[in-house]
Structures are given as C-alpha cells and as structure tokens.
C-alpha cells in the first residue's frame, strides 16, 4: 500500500512539473555553468597529477561531456538527483541519484563498447553531474527548499572568483560509480556540520563552497580514470 501512495505521488508531481516546464525555462537558467566549471578542472587535475593520456583523451572530448552534464538538468530531470545514505532512497516517489548514476554510466560503457563515442562520453558527462550534485547536502537531506537556490545562487556567481575553489589535491579513486556517490553523500553531511555554526549565511556558503567544489572536481575526476579503467577491463 505505501509503496503504491509513493509511486501515486510520483506520478502525480511529474505531471505538474511537465505542465509547469515551460514556465520554469523562462525564469530559471539551467547552463549548469557551475558543472561546466568543476569538468573542465577534473580534466585539468588529470593533467596536474600525471595522467597526461588520459588528460588528452578527455580534452577531446570534454564538450561532449559537458552537454550531457547540462542536460541532465534539464526539464526537470534534477528531481531525482537526491540520495540520502542513511536511508537508501531519494525524493519520495521517484528514483534516486545512486540508480540514476549507474544507469548513465552503464549506458556509457554501453554506447563506447559499440563505437558511439560521443553519445558515450555524454551520458558520462550525465552521470559526473549527478556525483557533482551530491556534495551539495540538500541533495543528500532531501529538502527541495531549505535555502538551496539561494547556495546554488551564490555558488553560480563566485565559483570562478575564488581560486581556493579549485581543486589541487589528486582526483579520488573508488572501485565504482556508486561509491562515488555514497562518498560524496557522507562527505555532504560531514561539511554541512562543519559549517552550520558559522552565523553570516554568506561566511557560511563561501566556507561550504571552500570544501564542495575541490570535492566535485576531484570526485569527478576519479570517476573518468575509473571510466577508463573499466574500459579496459571490457578489452
């Protein structure tokens, strides 16, 4: 029964943000610029820490990435960019982001197996911009509001301001996509307990963001090394 009232739910929500999609696109701007930002410095840190063919191989194909991390913003298709670690779900209804991810990635193994490779490298692009959301920890509370248009604001207009906001430690290596996300996810709720006392709401978003971004470009990174790694395993 309860799952029935949550798939019910789902239903119902996906309906009225497709009816009110239109609306969205003319107030809010999904360019994901911010994404675009943390791609191109997880390449840059293959190269600052040595992994000089792999730079070059995404260097190649980094727009490609980089449409599929903007599309997987678009049309409402962040509702299921949530994941809480603790309770193994996302938002109430519909799928979660550790699904989702492999979903993507699997699909891009998939489309580069078969000689598509710019469709491959999009769908990876996709599935980095998840792992990029869930250092956010609203994406990992599960909390629509909870001021986080107002940290994705602030993030959007001083992500390229701040040079501490890029990464310089090496790129994060796991054995999966998934713990890529469950790692980000635990690493979201660590920060936001570090930085939640801090009274000024802009101290607190520029100490936040301090932590978050360097994660996202170094997580992201660890995640095509691994892209590559599994394709060589298929070989």
């Known amino acids: 029964m309860k799952k029935r009232i949550e798939n019910y739910y789902g239903r119902l929500l996906r309906k009225f943000l497709k009816f009110v999609n239109p609306i969205k696109k003319l107030f809010i701007d999904t360019d994901c610029e911010v994404h675009v930002f943390n791609n191109y410095h997880a390449v840059e840190l293959l190269k600052k820490h040595g992994y000089k063919q792999e730079y070059r191989f995404f260097t190649r194909y980094l727009k490609d990435i980089d449409k ?10 962040s509702i299921t960019h949530f994941y809480n670690p603790h309770m193994k779900r996302g938002l109430f209804g519909h ?13 891009a193994l998939r489309l580069w197996e078969i000689g598509k490779k710019n469709d491959s490298m999009f769908y990876l692009g996709a599935c980095v911009h998840i792992i990029q959301d869930l250092t956010i920890s609203q994406h990992v509370k599960i ?25 310089t430690k090496a790129p994060i290596l796991l054995k999966s996509p998934e713990a890529y996300v469950e790692y980000n996810a635990m690493q979201a709720l660590r920060i936001e307990g570090w930085v939640k006392k801090i009274p000024n709401i802009k101290h607190q978003f520029y100490h936040k963001t301090l932590y978050t971004l360097p994660l ?8 095509l090394l691994l892209f590559i790694q599994d394709n060589f395993k298929k070989q």
């Open 68 to 77: 599929g991390s903007i599309w997987a913003d678009q049309d409402f298709k």
């Open 216 to 223: 996202a470009q170094r997580t992201t990174a660890g995640c």
């Open 95 to 107: 799928n979660n982001s550790l699904d989702l991810t492999m979903d993507y990635y699997n699909i």
């Open 143 to 167: 909390r629509l509001l909870n001021g986080h248009r107002q940290y994705e604001n602030y993030v959007k207009y001083t992500h390229d301001l701040v040079k501490e906001y890029v990464a």
